[in-house]
T-cell receptor
Framework: GAVVSQHPSRVICKSGTSVKIECRSL??????MFWYRQFPKKSLMLMATSNEGSKATYEQGVEKDKFLINHASLTLSTLTVTSAHPEDSSFYIC?????????????FGEGSRLTVL | DAKTTQPPSMDCAEGRAANLPCNHSTISGNEYVYWYRQIHSQGPQYIIHGLKNNETNEMASLIITEDRKSSTLILPHATLRDTAVYYCIVRVALSDYGQNFVFGPGTRLSVLP
């Protein structure tokens, strides 16, 4: 199947700093990518939909100024957690589906575990 | 909210078939049933999907009832590596925008030696 890669897989940062997570579709182009967050023993919760060349669409309750999303190309979306705090510690997962066809399945990255001290 | 309901957990003996049920009684005519699984601390992995016909691939089989209100994912010979949380999701297949994949709590499958 198609490959979606995230980087970094793990990051530890100090409170107040910003962290950028990259999501790349390695062998296909993705008009749309999705960013999810997952807390321990919980299911994935959609944070935002990232659209290439336009602004991201955020889910209710997700602060767009805190979670900056940039989808500058058909193979790369980035999520920047600004001024991170301990409560932002979570497992962040991106996903993408191929543009212009396919049968609709989403392919997920390996996830990025953020720990804010 | 997720449009599916699944049992929270199941056990299966290694080497036996694992049958994971999913109820989706409000499924629309143009919505597919997708199955994903998530092994601990990894991103979800696509398994299989279908509309109304039964489907089979190298990983699993998907049996969808005639009224499409429920389905069963079958892992024919479960191994210890199949221990994971399994998610059943219904979604329109070919929409680029709008309806996304909504994850419910899933079924935690434990394959026992």
């Amino acid at each position: 199947g198609a490959v979606v890669s995230q980087h970094p897989s793990r990051v530890i940062c100090k409170s107040g700093t910003s962290v950028k997570i990259e999501c790349r579709s390695l062998d296909f182009q993705a008009t749309t990518m999705f960013w999810y967050r997952q807390f321990p023993k919980k299911s994935l919760m959609l944070m935002a939909t990232s659209n290439e060349g336009s602004k991201a669409t955020y889910e209710q309750g997700v602060e767009k100024d805190k979670f900056l999303i940039n989808h500058a190309s058909l193979t790369l979306s980035t999520l920047t957690v600004t001024s991170a705090h301990p409560e932002d510690s979570s497992f962040y997962i991106c996903s993408a589906r191929a543009s212009g066809g396919g049968t609709g399945e989403l392919f997920f990255g390996e996830g990025s575990r953020l720990t804010v001290l | 909210d997720a449009k599916t309901t699944q049992p929270p957990s199941m056990d299966c003996a290694e080497g036996r078939a694992a049958n994971l049920p999913c109820n989706h009684s409000t499924i629309s005519g143009n919505e597919y049933v997708y199955w994903y699984r998530q092994i601990h601390s990894q991103g979800p992995q696509y398994i299989i999907h279908g509309l109304k016909n039964n489907e089979t691939n190298e990983m699993a089989s998907l049996i969808i009832t005639e009224d499409r209100k429920s389905s069963t994912l079958i892992l024919p010979h479960a191994t210890l590596r199949d221990t994971a949380v399994y998610y059943c999701i219904v979604r329109v297949a070919l929409s680029d925008y709008g309806q996304n994949f909504v994850f419910g709590p899933g079924t935690r499958l434990s394959v026992l030696p």
